[in-house]
């Protein structure tokens, strides 16, 4: 099991930038792949990026590729979202998330076992 905390969201106006961070708990968070979701008012929670457990593969939804960035440190027991050129679509409530890696497939939203309490992003324009 994994406790998950976010944290980083804010109110930034549209062209900015902000770093959302994600501490894990436990000995075994290497063994996950983490990803990032969303939520805005009235739609589906939606999978924005993931990252295998070693960190070398990544995926992002086409929506946010060239602009976001997924990073990991499993020294740290971190994960990140960089978000740059955010514009007022990006307002959400943002997620992290935890699934075993046994599921290779990193564009796929299925096997999300463990999730944080979501911090707000909210751009303005």
């Known amino acids: 099991q994994v406790l998950l905390a976010e944290s980083g969201g804010g109110v930034v106006q549209a062209g900015g930038s902000l770093r959302l961070s994600c501490a894990a708990s436990?000995?075994?968070?290497?063994?996950?792949?983490m990803g990032w979701f969303r939520q805005a008012p009235g739609k589906e929670r939606e999978l924005v990026a993931a990252?295998?457990?070693?960190?070398?593969?990544?995926y992002y939804a086409e929506s946010v590729k060239g602009r976001f960035t997924i990073s990991r440190d499993n020294a740290k027991n971190m994960v990140y979202l960089q978000m740059n050129s955010l514009n007022p679509e990006d307002t959400a409530v943002y997620y992290c998330?935890?699934?075993?890696?046994?599921?290779?497939?990193?564009?796929?939203?299925?096997?999300?076992?463990?999730w944080g309490q979501g911090t707000q992003v909210t751009v303005s324009s």
């Open positions: 990252i295998s457990w070693s960190g070398g593969t990544r």
């Open positions: 436990g000995s075994t968070f290497s063994t996950y792949t």
């Open positions: 998330s935890a699934r075993a890696k046994t599921i290779t497939v990193l564009s796929t939203s299925v096997g999300y076992a463990y």
